[in-house]
């Protein structure tokens, strides 16, 4: 809490100071909000895949945009630093932008796209101003280049390793031609790379002007107070905790390609005065199918986990993360090397980050909520709309449960830990936009895990096709469900279900890529509730009945589950029933879900 | 006489203006919860104005807000489509506070067991699908008095395309129950079924409590003689007519800071400035509406509760953006060792350290009078002395912590609120495209005039208007309201195919019932119409909302509308790209009965001008010149500067010149070529 005013021993007083913080902090805000606006891409303005950043001439983080998903934290570091050393400061020249997606570098699919450009003053280097966002497409397989069965990076599309695209203010034809004949959709592409390059000159315009009003000498100490200032606050933030070695243990599901063996996670936190290691070591090898991400996917899981539990209202920077060792082994599913696939990337890391809360539960309880759905549940129709002959493709992921608090009920429905400000599709827009109907979208009874205090509950989507059209899906953790913690139940799984207009029998999918669904298929997406906490036994019957009355537990679930017994025509509890059930352990209970989860 | 009352958190203010003389009065009480109608009477009283001769009463409220945030409405039920009762609770599935993993929103205003839902269908061109079975309605008015539901939402999907289902069920319910009913499409004509399903229920969670309150404030006039008519300033910027006040109460929930973004607009109008931003600050906030073209800017969603975790509002509400930095800020030094103003306030109580009513945190109005920008001696026109040792003593004890000497450290608190305060007119301008060189800033409320050029130089507008009353503002500014109607409808076609002589034909119809609604209020003058589309590139979900010409218009001009708009708004725009057109808005709105009269002048006083230290941030402290507002002929005055009157205080800083127009206004302007 007594972090001392850096200003105190520096030239820069205390207010200055604060003024320049805020007002990076604004322009990397308004660029943002740019951004979103002027993107073509839904994936950039509605699923917010996206960051933008400014760094220092070495390319450390000076500041980065808030609003957008948590996963692109603090990132951008490792790609300006490659083409730093490939192009070497005096080959980056003012009004150069470069483009940069090299898997071995960025480690994400290769959708995720850096536009980053140089800035100089004076005569000399001594920035950059940068933004990833997923593009729509980038060429690879399928349309939009993501998809639950690739085995290399080369299926998944273009790589491209710090290219001018724009050199000396001009933008370079041949490089745009090469952009534009390697994507399905080169207007969305190139309209989403037009807004990056306006949101990159935004940043470097609005950084000159502060060094014109303030003077270098006085920003530059800034920037080192600001990284300073995060440090000394986040090593205060940990000293506070507990000194230990805490594990955490979970799986992925499969790697979309071999579905009988599961991809174990493994994770030792140590706490040992103002730092904490993060160690992977024990995550199984890299995989054939596309559920790798590069090193910097299994260093961002380290950081989103460590932010959001130590620091989440912190502003991300280099000195945020100061605090913070990462031990991570070459070769393994979070530091892929190889040209790996690395299509669904994101899906992983919701499952490593959620493994690392897990080890950290033991240390902190009370800033760890049980496990949400965790299941990404992202899916895609596409085809051509018979209506009119064009082709359309949908974007959506699934809501559903997440954890048990420490004193309360866990929230629902949300999307997942490495979504943001992501909103769900509205059903009148998905109904004018696409040739689809929605039949039910409601709440899963039953479907969250069981505790003194519960998950939130999963939801139930019903789709009618009233065309034939295609379907990819990309589920996860239906064999390690969302866990419960101190007793706390796991949640009920997710996933989709076709079924057939034929009235042939449903079929299940978690990871599936182009199947054809015909007119009058019926496609259900289920997400899963979020993990409870503490003994069902121990919950107050009297809000088992409330959740009862409401229709979130059936009066089945509160038997089996809560061990409270209601009167179905009355809907009151029966004391003597309940106390009975109380009596007897809770069927599944004893079973200690946290860390419990190694196979 | 035409009353204008506003009624705010700790004070009531009255402004009144007989249409035949001119006269002005104006008053001001305590606010007197939970009957505030007492307080509105306190001031017709201290204006010596008989309720008899009150001939329209304006009113701005906060009880709708009010019933929202603190959760005060009727027991209320929604009704749905069948498979959709869920939505309410359901939402978009966002976390605004992306790291946050105890993330929660509000909770429903409707438990689900309050939810009902019927089989109906429509699909997205508003064909039935599956029509309503009416059968089911008498078994569910069984079922909603069995609950004791006082009010009724009614929201089904695709209602936004074709309402017969609501209509029907709504008519069926109003029929056979003394309960609220409301139905979406009554409120909103587009489409997003959450957003619209909340407006529903929010308007019905309000509807009782604010008809009630209405009947109350009604029942004390009549009771004290009043026989004029009651008008409503609704959250578009405008009047409301009696039929939205009753059907449609939601129209209020930002009805209180209306009245000064329309008498900015007046205040515009008489100087021939169209293009304003209206900065109103007081006591723990500031805020900022930008005013184009004459007319306010509003934003088709507003938020109860702010966006983070609260309820979406699918209406027309002014594009308020609002901070935590006012007068009663305090400085203070946070968790991570940075100094801080605002947003908590110290508030009327204890109020800031030089009150001398308890409190002991620094904050800007200590800073400003430490600084010399306000006099120990001449604060609310001198009814309430200062104490100066306090503030010192407050900022000092700040000082020793950051190591810094008092003055840098009163200067500091100063730059950061300006900072702060800054932010708002940046959002209302940068942010929506709008460069801020070009609008003039009408400021206002108590602590505006102090701040409003520090806030001007920072975001680089050069024009700065402070009228006459500028305490007295909000209420002052309701006199000049005209009435307003916004009428949407989503019709989301794209714009090569689309029929443009359906869109004249709609916008016809929306022209006429908002011309009907007007009409409702009574005889009414100078009806304008204002056409807006809402347009997107093929693709985009965020919609950029164009003005439309008078008059037809043809496809290749819709498209350079559009992406002119576009570029200027974005910086960039794809010509190549297909365009839809997703909503048309139209603005009706007519002249209201207001005097002609010019503003009031000021109370002229004999006091002299005088001399004091007063610092500022080019300069230091320096002799300053400090005229009274009232004393002032109004000729050119050179910055530094201070022009005092009795609620408030114009800092004029170094390089800026002011005067006085015609009207009492003080204009004030940057030095050199504008």
């Known amino acids: ?599 | 006489m035409i009353v204008a009352v506003d009624i705010g958190g700790t004070f009531t203010d009255l402004a009144a203006v007989d249409p035949d003389t001119g006269e002005l009065r104006f008053s001001k009480s305590l606010t007197t919860p939970p009957h505030v109608e007492r307080g509105a009477l306190d001031c017709i009283n201290l204006a010596e104005i008989a309720p008899a001769d009150i001939r329209v009463l304006r009113h701005g409220t906060t009880v709708v807000i009010n019933a929202l945030l603190e959760r005060k409405g009727a027991r209320t039920a929604l009704i749905t489509t069948e498979g959709f009762r869920d939505i309410l609770e359901i939402g978009r599935g966002n976390r605004p506070e992306s790291f946050n993993l105890f993330y929660e929103r509000l909770p429903p205003m409707v438990p689900r067991i309050h939810r009902f839902e019927l089989a109906e269908r429509m699909d997205a061109r508003g064909n039935v699908v599956r029509p309503l079975d009416g059968t089911r309605l008498p078994e569910l008015v069984e079922q909603l008095r069995g609950e004791n539901i006082d009010s009724i939402a009614i929201c089904f999907l695709h209602a936004w395309r074709n309402p017969a289902h609501e209509k029907e069920v709504a008519d069926y319910l109003r029929g056979h129950g003394d309960w609220f009913v409301s139905a979406s499409h009554e409120l909103s004509r587009e489409f997003r079924e959450y957003e619209r399903t909340v407006t529903t229920v929010l308007n019905a969670y309000v509807g009782p409590a604010a008809s009630s309150y209405l009947h109350r404030l009604d029942d004390a006039l009549r009771g004290a003689d009043f026989s004029g008519r009651i008008s409503l300033m609704g959250s578009n910027g405008g009047m409301l007519t009696a039929d939205d006040t009753t059907t449609r109460p939601i129209l209020l929930v930002e009805s209180g800071p209306v009245g000064g973004v329309a008498g900015a607009i007046e205040v515009g109008s008489r100087m021939g400035l169209n293009n304003l931003v209206a900065f109103d600050m007081g006591g723990t906030t500031a805020k900022a509406v930008l005013v184009e073209d004459g007319e306010a800017a509003v934003s088709p969603l507003y938020w109860v509760g702010g966006y983070e975790r609260g309820y979406p509002v699918q209406a027309a509400v002014l594009d308020i953006v609002e901070v935590g930095a006012g007068g009663g800020s305090i400085a203070s030094i946070n968790e991570l060792g940075s100094i801080q103003v605002g947003p908590q306030s110290a508030g009327a109580v204890p109020g800031p350290a030089c009150y001398d009513r308890g409190g002991d945190q620094p904050t800007v109005t200590d800073a400003n009078l430490l600084l010399g920008r306000l006099d120990e001696n001449n604060f609310l026109g001198g009814t309430m002395r200062l104490r100066r040792d306090l503030s010192e003593a407050a900022i000092g004890r700040l000082g020793q912590q950051l190591g810094q000497e008092t003055e840098p450290v009163a200067a500091g608190i100063l730059k950061l609120a300006t900072l702060t305060m800054a932010s708002t007119v940046r959002k209302v301008t940068i942010e929506r495209g709008h460069d801020p060189r070009d609008f003039a800033m009408v400021a206002f409320g108590g602590a505006g005039p102090l701040h409003a050029v520090d806030v001007a130089r920072e975001i680089g507008m050069r024009k700065v208007i402070i009228p006459p009353q500028p305490g007295h503002f909000s209420a002052y500014g309701m006199l000049f309201a005209d009435y307003r109607v916004d009428l949407t409808e989503t019709i989301a076609l794209p714009l090569e195919t689309f029929d443009l002589s359906e869109m004249d034909r709609r916008f016809g119809e929306l022209a006429t019932s908002g011309e009907d609604q007007l009409e409702a209020v009574g005889p009414v003058r100078d009806v304008r119409h204002a056409r807006y589309a809402e347009m997107r590139y093929r693709g985009q979900e965020y919609t950029l909302k164009v003005r439309l010409p008078p008059g037809a218009i043809d496809r290749a001009e819709l498209e350079d509308i559009f992406h002119a708009g576009y570029r200027r708004r974005y910086g960039n725009a794809s010509r190549s790209s297909s365009i839809d057109v997703v909503t048309l808005r139209m603005v009706t709105s007519a002249r209201s009965e207001r005097s002609a009269a010019a503003f009031a002048e000021q109370p002229a006083t004999a006091a002299r001008p005088a001399r004091r230290t007063v610092w500022f941030e080019e300069t230091g402290a320096v002799p300053c010149v400090v005229v009274q507002r009232g004393g002032w002929g109004g000729e050119k005055l050179a910055g530094p500067a201070l022009i005092e009157e009795q609620a408030s205080t114009t800092v004029l800083p170094p390089g800026w010149t002011a005067f006085k127009d015609e009207f009492g206004n003080i204009i004030i302007e940057a030095n050199g070529q504008s």
Not at chain 1, 204 to 215: C, N
Not at chain 1, 385 to 391: F, H, I, P, V
Not at chain 1, 504 to 514: E, L, N
Request: with cysteine.
């Open chain 1, 1 to 599: 809490m007594n972090a001392t005013p850096a200003a105190a021993t520096r030239t820069v007083d205390s207010f200055t100071f604060e003024i320049i913080r805020q007002l990076l902090i604004a322009a990397l805000d308004d660029a943002e909000v740019n951004l979103a606006r002027t993107a073509f891409s839904p994936f950039i303005y509605e699923v917010k895949d996206y960051c933008i950043g400014l760094l220092d001439a070495r390319g450390r983080v000076i500041a980065q945009s808030q609003g957008s998903i948590p996963t692109f934290i603090a990132d951008l570091d490792e790609p300006i630093r490659d083409g730093l050393e490939i192009w070497g400061e005096e080959g980056l020249e003012p009004g150069d932008v470069l483009l940069m997606n090299y898997a071995e570098v960025c480690g994400q699919h290769l959708n995720n796209m850096v536009v980053y450009a140089p800035i100089h003053w004076e005569g000399r280097l001594i920035g950059f101003a940068a933004s990833r966002a997923h593009w729509t497409d980038v060429g690879g397989q399928v349309p939009g280049s993501v998809s639950t069965n690739t085995t290399d990076i080369f299926q998944e599309g273009l790589q491209l390793r710090s290219i001018k695209v724009h050199k000396r203010g001009r933008a370079d034809e041949e490089i745009l031609r090469i952009l534009r004949h390697n994507t399905r959709f080169p207007d969305l592409t190139l309209g989403d790379m037009a807004a990056q390059i306006e949101a990159g000159e935004m940043v470097r315009s609005r950084w000159l002007a502060m060094i014109e009003k303030y003077g270098w000498e006085t920003i530059d100490a800034c920037v080192e107070m600001i990284w300073d200032q995060s440090e000394s606050f986040v090593r205060d933030q940990i000293r506070a905790l507990p000194d230990g070695e805490y594990f955490g243990d979970a799986f992925c599901d499969d790697d979309g390609i071999t579905f009988d063996r599961t991809l174990p996670i493994k994770v030792r936190v140590e706490i040992a005065g103002d730092e904490m290691t993060i160690d992977f070591t024990g995550t199984c090898e890299q995989t054939a199918g596309p559920m790798n991400t590069g090193r910097s996917g299994g260093l961002s899981a380290a950081k989103v986990a460590f932010k959001s539990v130590i620091t989440p209202r912190l502003p991300s920077n280099e000195g945020a993360f100061r605090a913070l060792k990462v031990v991570l082994p070459e070769g393994t599913l979070i530091s892929a090397t190889n040209n790996a696939a690395l299509s669904l990337w994101t899906v992983t890391m919701k499952t490593v980050i959620e493994t690392v809360y897990l080890a950290l539960s033991q240390a902190v309880p009370d800033r760890i909520p049980a496990a949400h759905h965790s299941a990404m549940g992202a899916y895609t129709f596409y085809g051509r709309d018979e209506r009119n002959g064009s082709l359309f493709k949908t974007l959506d992921s699934v809501l559903g449960g997440w954890g048990a608090r420490p004193n309360s009920d866990g929230f629902s429905p949300l999307k997942t830990v490495t979504h943001g400000d992501t909103r769900n599709v509205p059903i009148e827009i998905e109904e004018t936009s696409y040739p689809l109907t929605v039949e039910r979208y409601e709440w899963r009874p039953d479907t969250a895990g069981a505790g003194r205090f519960r998950g939130g509950l999963g939801l139930r989507k019903v789709y009618a096709l009233p065309q034939s059209c295609h379907l990819m899906a990309a589920f996860d953790r239906s064999k390690c469900p969302p866990w419960g913690l101190f007793g706390g139940q796991p949640a009920k799984v997710g996933g989709v279900v076709v079924y057939p207009p034929d009235g042939g029998d449903p079929r299940s999918f978690q990871k599936v890529t182009g199947l054809l669904l015909e007119r009058e298929t019926r496609a259900e997406f289920l997400s899963a509730g979020g993990g409870g906490r503490g003994d069902p036994f121990e919950r107050d019957p009297g809000r088992v009945l409330e959740d009862v009355r409401q229709g979130y537990v059936t009066f089945e679930g509160a038997r089996r589950d809560y061990g409270v017994v209601i009167d179905e025509v009355s809907l009151t509890i029966d004391e003597e029933a309940t106390a009975r059930m109380r009596a007897r352990p809770a069927q599944g209970a004893g079973a200690e879900s946290a860390g419990a989860m190694s196979r």
